[in-house]
């Protein structure tokens, strides 16, 4: 004979399986922070290499990554996240990856 325990409810197991999901969709930022090494001029270049920016654009997010130290340029799934990364890298700038929020 078996003993029944406790059952889980099935609407707390969809709002599991709901935030679950919608934690996996949350995008990840792709952050360039500011380095001694490369040119203002260099670092347009990239970002209009690697993410197909207008010149304004690159020029905007290069100041802010110059005057504030960083600059978020990205907000994508995690995969393309990882390869702006390794692109950035393959330039010589600094970038990491974090969850948005």
Request: hydrophobic share 45%; glycine share 4%.
């Amino acid at each position: 004979m078996r003993l029944a325990g406790p059952a889980a409810t099935p609407v707390k197991d969809r709002v599991q399986q709901l935030e679950e999901v919608a934690d996996r969709d949350r995008p990840w930022d792709v952050i360039v922070w500011d380095d001694p090494v490369n040119l203002m001029s260099y670092v347009v270049f990239v970002f209009r290499r690697v993410f197909g920016f207008t010149e304004d654009v690159a020029r905007k997010l290069m100041l802010e990554v110059h005057q504030q130290g960083r600059a978020l340029v990205a907000s994508e799934p995690r995969e393309q996240a990882e390869m702006y990364v390794q692109q950035l890298h393959g330039y010589g700038l600094q970038a990491t990856m974090q969850r948005s929020t």
